[in-house]
T-cell receptor, first 114, second 111 residues
Framework: GESVGLHLPTLSVQEGDNSIINCAYSNSASDYFIWYKQESGKGPQFIIDIRSNMDKRQGQRVTVLLNKTVKHLSLQIAATQPGDSAVYFC?????????????FGSGTRLQVQP | EPEVTQTPSHQVTQMGQEVILRCVPISNHLYFYWYRQILGQKVEFLVS????????KSEIFDDQFSVERPDGSNFTLKIRSTKLEDSAMYFC?????????FGPGTRLTVT
């Protein structure tokens, strides 16, 4: 499950800092969004989701913000830890059409410096 | 915690050969999916499966691909005649509604 993209944007943070990873989506019909974490050699791991009738959702140490006006999604990770180092993908579904296929973004590599 | 499993973890095959990738979805899930990720690229949707039939497929999923749920637990992806460009990580996923959970993937190398 390597997403070793030479052109992946990289966010480098210090351990304990907060991280913000951004994602722009293009399909205004998308109504469900998920953030996935992918560690080297593994499959995408579900982190948090949000439906289009919400603008914020919180989980354990993570918060997702959705701005439908500008078609922007962000993932905030509080008190980032070395174990958070991975590639993060946003994914969307235009569910109101009955579709289930996830459309993934390009990903952002998060590097946590100890 | 229930998880999606996939076998084999790595499959090497020669161009033109048939391969079958296997997945065991989470047991109470109703929707099953295959995605692939070519090295250095993003994850791409191939096909979704519900109620014993394909519910959606992408342009990638051409006549060389097929899926099957041969029994109550397994979900397979078959590539009839592999091409070099089929080399990728193949991920199976399952969901009970929208929240999709992914397996660890099968790395397919076509030589």
């Amino acid at each position: 499950g390597e997403s070793v993209g030479l052109h992946l944007p990289t966010l480098s943070v210090q351990e304990g800092d907060n991280s913000i990873i951004n994602c722009a989506y293009s399909n205004s019909a998308s109504d469900y969004f998920i953030w996935y974490k992918q560690e080297s050699g593994k499959g995408p791991q579900f982190i948090i989701d949000i439906r289009s009738n919400m603008d914020k959702r919180q989980g354990q140490r993570v918060t997702v913000l959705l701005n439908k006006t500008v078609k922007h999604l962000s993932l905030q990770i509080a008190a980032t830890q070395p174990g958070d180092s991975a590639v993060y993908f946003c994914a969307e579904i235009a569910g109101d059409t009955g579709r289930r296929a996830l459309t993934f973004g390009s990903g952002t590599r998060l590097q946590v410096q100890p | 915690e229930p998880e999606v499993t996939q076998t084999p973890s790595h499959q090497v095959t020669q161009m033109g050969q048939e391969v079958i990738l296997r997945c065991v979805p989470i047991s109470n899930h109703l929707y099953f999916y295959w995605y692939r990720q070519i090295l250095g690229q993003k994850v791409e949707f191939l096909v979704s499966f519900y109620n014993n039939e394909i519910s959606e497929k992408s342009e990638i999923f051409d006549d060389q691909f097929s899926v099957e749920r041969p029994d109550g637990s397994n979900f397979t992806l078959k590539i009839r005649s592999t091409k070099l460009e089929d080399s990728a990580m193949y991920f199976c996923a399952s969901s009970d509604f929208y929240e999709q959970y992914f397996g660890p993937g099968t790395r397919l190398t076509v030589t």
